[in-house]
């Protein structure tokens, strides 16, 4: 069983920088999602189990930074230039399978239990 923890987030307001942090973080696939009140929960960020590949979100492309130390264990969001639009529970998500460019919300079979990020404008 996984059990994926996630801390850092917080309240902040627009334009201020948050750094999220989640282990374990060796697996296959690792990523973050995040949902917003009233939407559908959309990914954000994935890596590679090497952390040689990452892919993100068309909307926070330039202004986050997911990566990962294999030495401790720990996955990390760097989130720079916040919005409110950023708003929203954040999960820390792990895909085992072992296959696949962990770009696809399936590809994800564990999830932490989030953690809150709430920026004002």
């Known amino acids: 069983e996984v059990q994926l923890v996630e801390s850092g987030g917080g309240s902040v307001q627009a334009g201020g920088s948050l750094r999220l942090s989640c282990t374990p973080s060796g697996y296959y696939c690792m990523g973050w999602f995040r949902q917003a009140p009233g939407k559908e929960r959309e990914g954000v960020a994935s890596?590679?189990?090497?952390?040689?590949?990452?892919t993100y979100a068309d909307n926070v492309k330039g202004r986050f930074t997911i990566s990962k130390d294999n030495d401790k264990n720990i996955l990390y969001l760097q989130m720079n230039s916040l919005k409110p639009e950023d708003t929203g529970m954040y999960f820390c998500a792990a895909g085992t399978w072992g296959a696949g460019d962990c770009t696809h919300t399936y590809e994800f079979n564990y999830w932490g239990q989030g953690t809150q990020v709430t920026v004002s404008s």
């Open positions: 890596i590679d189990s090497l952390g040689t590949t990452t």
